[in-house]
């Protein structure tokens, strides 16, 4: 089985398929990626008409009270340890994406319908700018086998009695699966569940990279896309040259049987949107969580 290793120098793309039909996304992915090779992805910043442009989304500041971890650096802040369910949102790309409010955002919704675990959040060094993509993409790896250590040392896992969910956005999305990979192969551990909201994730490495660790280290684990996204179709799609994110179009197949896709199309038109309480799909993974 193939380990689904990056290699940033591919140029290849994956074959659509719509062959070679014309589209609005077709013609802004092929124009994006020439900016990519001429000034590379820092270039991406001022092209906002290929992604969402500005969030339509306003997300709620995060109290202190909010419990957060940060696995690079080993702490804990204002952590629920008496929780038996535990939820740990885990923003995307860059540091000013808003994930402290994301998780109080899910947070406010989840304890008024029923939810009786704890949210907390998951600060990570995602970077602070599109030049920093590649790097931040390295520091989801070193920080979802950092989050597993966390996670096994201070028995927060099923084996350990607690019910534990990853929620993650975009570039997060990498990260709990690089968790759950670690935690399975490295400790022989497992959790409840990982929900990823537009998983800024090459679509076919939870068929190879991340199957054992979906398969082992998950109960179960469910992929929410939209090919409304254009963040991913675009902007995504051409910093990774060709590849497709399975936050966009969904697995590429071959995936382990807990493993769940979720089309979102219909609903979903903006990559900051999964998490609205309102226009997002925090609701759909309710009945998820334990």
Not at 156 to 170: F, I, Q, R, Y
Request: charged share 20%; proline share 2%; aromatic share 10%.
């Amino acid at each position: 089985m193939s380990t689904g290793a990056e290699n940033h120098t591919d140029t290849g793309g994956s074959n659509g398929a719509d062959g070679g039909t014309v589209t609005r996304r077709r013609v802004l992915k092929s124009g994006v990626t020439a900016i990519v090779g001429v000034v590379g992805v820092s270039g991406l910043s001022g092209v906002t008409a290929a992604g969402d442009g500005e969030c339509p989304y306003s997300y709620p500041s995060a109290p202190s009270w909010l419990g957060e971890v940060r696995p690079e650096a080993g702490t804990f802040h204002e952590w629920p340890w008496a929780a038996e369910n535990l939820t740990i949102f885990i923003h995307g790309f860059t540091n000013q994406n808003g994930g402290r409010s994301y998780a109080y955002e899910i947070h406010q919704y989840l304890s008024t319908h029923g939810y009786g675990g704890s949210v907390t959040t998951c600060n990570w060094d995602a970077g602070d700018s599109w030049d920093e993509w590649y790097s931040a993409k390295n520091h989801s790896i070193e920080a979802g086998a950092a989050l597993a250590g966390l996670l096994d040392a201070n028995g927060l896992t099923g084996d350990h009695g607690v019910t534990v969910n990853l929620v993650a956005h975009s570039l997060g999305g990498k990260l709990a699966l690089e968790c759950v990979r670690e935690l399975q192969t490295t400790y022989g551990r497992s959790i409840n569940s990982v929900n990823l909201f537009g998983a800024a994730v090459w679509d076919e490495q939870p068929g190879e990279r991340f199957y054992d660790g979906i398969l082992y280290g998950t109960n179960e684990t469910h992929n929410y896309y939209s090919e409304n996204d254009d963040t991913l179709g675009d902007i995504y799609q051409a910093a990774e040259f060709g590849r497709h994110a399975c936050g966009y179009t969904g697995g590429a197949g071959g995936e382990p049987g807990n493993w769940y896709d979720h089309d979102l199309t219909a609903r979903i038109d903006h990559h900051c949107q999964y998490m609205d309480s309102a226009d997002g799909c925090v609701a759909d993974i309710t009945d998820d969580l334990g």
